[in-house]
């Protein structure tokens, strides 16, 4: 089984000048449209859509401004291109059951799609399994919350 390497970025200098390749603008900030070549460099044999890559720049970028700085960068470089595949699907996965594209997964919601996909559940069941992974108490389940519940052994959905 043959993988492409990733390079490896053993200080910050050698991590700038890669950086900076990726920069076109040179504005010191990877854009969406930057970031397609990034994942192709990675080794990601996908070709991503525009909205599939807002989704992985909306996960890699942690200051939520809209770009990926140096930092983040630094952080993409140690994941690895499977991670971004597993990062789109869990988003996919999320976006299944925001039915209005709030960011935000309402009980409603998630008994509507339960019932599309077969699962009979009451409204009440839903409330709880919400209830049960709502960290912040809005009575909803927003992408950090999900993401946490995903990555637990015990999947409430």
Not at 73 to 100: G, H, K, P
Not at 114 to 141: E, P
């Amino acid at each position: 089984m043959s993988t492409t390497p990733k390079p490896s970025l053993v200080d910050n200098d050698e991590l700038q000048k890669v950086f900076n390749q990726f920069d076109a603008n040179k504005d010191g900030k990877i854009s969406v449209t930057e970031l397609r070549e990034v994942l192709k460099t990675m080794g990601s044999s996908s070709s991503y859509s525009e909205d599939e890559l807002k989704r992985v720049l909306e996960d890699i970028d942690t200051d939520k401004d809209g770009f990926i700085d140096l930092s983040e960068f630094s952080a993409l470089c140690r994941s690895s291109s499977d991670e971004v595949t597993a990062a789109l699907e869990l988003r996919d996965a999320f976006d299944l059951y925001d039915q209005d594209k709030n960011g935000l997964i309402s009980t409603k919601e998630l008994h509507l799609v339960l019932n599309r996909l077969g699962m009979k559940c009451s409204v009440d069941d839903c409330g709880r399994m919400i209830k049960s992974v709502d960290s912040d108490g809005d009575g909803n389940v927003n992408f950090e919350e999900f993401k946490k519940m995903m990555s637990n052994d015990d999947k409430s959905f």
